[in-house]
């Protein structure tokens, strides 16, 4: 007998008798898989679906989804990679009419792995802004890359646009416009300090998820300065032509800002029973989430 076994003989005499211990009963015997696809009929109402471009209802065979569903998460979860890893064209923003900044990083791949630095301008950003933006405005609007230079390059003009047009319409001095690369939503505090802005707002393409790919998000702040935390910011996401088009949220977007010049803070202090922006009730309009996969 092994060293191992008298041991374990030895145990037991101790514990409870020679007499090992009686095997396990039988495991009980294991239902098939239903032969039968989900969503069941009753499962398939698409009323709700019709209003969502939320994954809802998809159903499963057996334990697991269906292939259909397997191909569309994997589609989608390529085109946000795909967004993650884009990057805006050198000279873009000139080319739109924005005044050009960056931040520290030197490249792509520092700007994913250094959140610290994509959040301060490069001294050369810096210099351009003294010299040709507006001082002392209302309101400062920054177009960023952000973590979707897919969704900067596509909406984000309109957002800018229709924001701008917003704030004029009450009364609200706007700064010239800003095109930030490689930039993250804190970069708004320095952009805003320099200029003197009473509100900051940076619109930047935010993380991808599921099927969007190219939203916009908006970060903003009274009283910008270097320092500010997240708590001192208010922000709307999912701007893009299937969640908050980017028309209706250029105006919420005005109002918010222009509460937070009436009230003089931002963030979690900020009252936004006052905010007094058009919201609509409702079920909104029916919505098609774009099919990515088609299986012969």
């Excluded at 939203?215 to 001192?232: I, Q």
Aim: aromatic content about 4%.
């Amino acid at each position: 007998m092994s060293l191992t076994r008298a041991l374990m003989a030895k145990l037991r005499d101790q514990l409870a008798g020679a007499e090992a211990m009686p095997p396990p009963p039988p495991m009980p015997a294991i239902e098939a898989p239903p032969s039968r696809v989900f969503p069941t009929r009753r499962a398939q109402d698409r009323r709700t679906q019709q209003h969502t471009t939320a994954l809802l209802g998809i159903g499963h065979v057996g334990t697991r989804y269906a292939t259909d569903v397997v191909l569309q998460f994997q589609a989608e979860l390529a085109v946000a990679h795909e967004a993650v890893a884009a990057e805006l064209p050198e000279g873009w923003a000139e080319q739109h009419g924005l005044i050009p900044v960056r931040s520290r990083v030197a490249d792509h791949r520092e700007f994913l792995l250094r959140p610290d630095l994509g959040r301060r301008l490069d001294d050369a950003s810096v210099a351009r802004l003294r010299e040709r933006a507006l001082q002392d405005v209302d309101v400062q609007i920054i177009l960023a890359d952000g973590l979707s230079a897919v969704a900067c390059e596509g909406a984000g003009l309109a957002l800018v646009e229709a924001m701008e047009q917003a704030c004029l319409a009450r009364g609200l001095r706007v700064g010239a416009r800003v095109g930030a690369r490689f930039a993250r939503v804190w970069l708004e505090d320095e952009i805003g300090q320099l200029t003197n802005a009473k509100v900051a707002a940076i619109l930047l393409g935010e993380r991808p998820g599921l099927g969007t790919g190219d939203g916009l998000s908006a970060y903003l702040v009274y009283g910008p300065k270097v320092g500010n935390t997240d708590g001192d910011r208010n922000m709307m996401s999912n701007i893009h032509a299937r969640g908050m088009p980017p028309a209706d949220a250029g105006v919420r977007l005005a109002a918010l800002a222009a509460a937070m010049i009436a009230q003089r803070t931002s963030g979690v202090t900020l009252d936004l029973a006052k905010v007094d922006a058009p919201i609509e009730r409702g079920y909104r309009a029916p919505q098609v989430r774009q099919r990515l996969v088609e299986r012969p």
